[in-house]
């Protein structure tokens, strides 16, 4: 399997703008979370879902962002407008439930630039 | 709230010392997780624990999960400059809710 992937990889916009991050997670793994890592808040659990349904977003930080999982494969994170306090990197990760606990696996990270 | 206090945060060592790392909470946890983090990267799982008191080792890297299940350490034997990254503890709770921890970052010097 490939892994976690996540793009873009690096994404710079200007204040204001909209910003849309992908996730494609494991195939067959029925858990997605999106996490933003700070070097001042560390990895944040922003929101996570369970078969494409939104379990827990109390960590998003604001209306400005909106996850969506359309289907089992692909899911988007998404930013409306971007501010430059936005600036992180975003990792996505998937899981199944084995033996009673997740076991995550993270994409590489898209590493968003708020200007 | 941070419910996952780690410590030390940055630790620089020289090749072949030993070192340990602490994770702490006043929380319960139901399973507790290492990670390790290298730049540029995502996060990798390590180990996870389960049950009060177990121990596990991983060739030179030895997990322990507390009594009460709120605390963990990772301790590390002859640490080799492929050690260095960002080390991460995730707990979960009874209720399924994940938490990671502030994290640990270690340099070995060679």
């Known amino acids: 399997d490939a892994g976690v992937i996540q793009s873009p990889r690096h994404e710079v916009t200007e204040m204001g703008q909209e910003v849309t991050l992908r996730c494609k997670p494991i195939?067959?793994?029925?858990?997605l979370f999106w996490y933003r890592q700070t070097m001042m808040r560390g990895l944040e659990l922003l929101i996570y879902?369970?078969?494409?349904?939104?379990?827990?977003d109390s960590g998003m930080p604001e209306d400005r962002f909106s996850a969506k999982m359309p289907n089992a494969s692909f899911s988007t994170l998404k930013i409306q407008p971007s501010e430059p306090r936005d600036s992180a990197v975003y990792f996505c990760?998937?899981?199944?439930?084995?033996?009673?606990?997740?076991?995550?696996?993270f994409g590489p990270g898209t590493r968003l630039t708020v200007l | 709230t941070q419910l996952l206090e780690q410590s030390p945060q940055f630790l620089s060592i020289q090749e072949g010392e030993n070192l340990t790392v602490y994770c702490n909470s006043s929380?319960?946890?139901?399973?507790l997780q290492w990670y390790r983090q290298e730049p540029g990267e995502g996060p990798v799982l390590l180990v996870t624990?389960?049950?009060?008191?177990e121990v596990k080792k991983l060739k030179r890297l030895t997990f322990q999960f507390g009594d009460a299940r709120k605390d963990s350490s990772l301790h590390i034997t002859a640490a080799q400059t492929g050690d260095t990254g960002l080390y991460l503890c995730?707990?979960?709770?009874?209720?399924?809710?994940?938490?990671f921890g502030t994290g640990t970052s270690l340099t070995v010097i060679p």
């Open positions: 990760a998937s899981s199944e439930l084995a033996g009673g606990h997740y076991e995550q696996f």
């Open positions: 195939s067959g793994h029925d858990y």
């Open positions: 879902f369970n078969n494409n349904v939104p379990i827990d």
């Open positions: 929380s319960v946890f139901s399973s």
């Open positions: 624990v389960v049950t009060g008191g």
């Open positions: 995730a707990g979960a709770s009874p209720g399924n809710q994940f938490y």
